[in-house]
């Protein structure tokens, strides 16, 4: 199965499974095993703005190792969309070093994936200033973390 045909597979899996009073910008991650969606709780939500707990997800390294995406899905009722993400950063944490990469697009550059083929048990791992395009604007997205056990 190819990327794009998993992609909508999953998408219409989502569609069928996430219900949301308005939109809301929900980051996953995908890999060879499936996607990944970071947990946020949504604490307090207004007409224009909602406050949002962030859950940090455990994986394994195999599983940080099989990645190589970042998506984002904008989810209003019971839609869901995937927006373009236009960038992002990984920070990754090992004991005292800390390692960082850029992309420029959804799918992980070649820096992105020697660094998260790298990542050790223990480690942390941060996609942070994500960008996305949205009404043709850039629009940042919050920051996904992820602790390797």
């Known amino acids: 199965m190819n990327r794009y045909s998993f992609l909508f597979l999953v998408l219409t899996i989502l569609f069928t499974d996430v219900i949301a009073q308005q939109s809301d910008i929900v980051p996953c991650l995908i890999g060879k095993d499936g996607v ?3 947990k946020r709780e949504i604490i307090q939500r207004s007409k224009t703005t909602s406050t949002v707990k962030i859950s940090t997800d ?4 195999e599983q940080a190792k099989s990645v190589y995406a970042l998506n984002l899905l904008r989810v209003s009722g019971r839609l869901v969309d995937a927006v373009s993400v236009a960038g992002f950063e990984v920070r990754v944490i090992n004991g005292g070093d800390t ?4 992309s420029n697009t959804a799918v992980f550059s070649p820096e992105v994936r020697k660094l998260m083929n790298e990542i050790k048990p223990n480690s942390i791992v941060y996609f942070e200033n994500i960008r996305y395009w949205y009404e043709k604007n850039k629009v940042r997205a919050p920051y996904i973390p992820l602790y390797i056990k």
Not at 58 to 61: D, F, H, K, Y
Not at 99 to 102: D, E, K, Q
Request: without cysteine; charged residues 0%.
């Open 58 to 61: 455990t994986i394994s390294p």
């Open 99 to 102: 390692l960082s990469a850029t």
């Open 36 to 38: 990944l969606i970071n």
